[in-house]
Nanobody, 124 residues
């Protein structure tokens, strides 16, 4: 059974930074693309960023480009999301997820395992 556990969320002022981590169990972490999504109250879960198995290719939603950086350490089975210049509209529960292969990585349907989420709150 694959488990994903996010950490690093919290309360931060606008303009501040946070680094989210996602620890993944199992020995096949390095074989899969991974993604970060977020969900604000009353809104659908939305794509934030994805990264291929090796870390050589990444993609971001337009609203976070230039502010967020997704990365991974396959030796540590860990996915990261560095978030800088945070804005109140970034407030949401952030989820990491594993993509088993194929599919469009901006769609939640392309992911099979999800973490429980970590709350990020940005005050103005």
């Amino acid at each position: 059974q694959v488990q994903l556990v996010e950490s690093g969320g919290g309360l931060v002022q606008a303009g501040g930074s946070l680094r989210l981590s996602c620890a993944v169990s199992g020995r096949t972490f390095g074989s899969y693309a991974m993604g970060w999504f977020r969900q604000a109250p009353g809104k659908e879960r939305e794509f934030v960023a994805d990264i291929n198995w090796s870390g050589s290719s990444t993609a971001y939603v337009d609203s976070v480009k230039g502010r967020f950086t997704i990365s991974r350490d396959n030796a540590k089975n860990t996915l990261y999301l560095q978030m800088n210049s945070l804005k109140p509209e970034d407030t949401a529960v952030y989820y990491c997820a594993r993509a088993p292969g194929g599919g469009i990585l901006t769609s939640t349907r392309s992911y099979d395992y999800w973490g429980q989420g970590t709350q990020v709150t940005v005050s103005s």
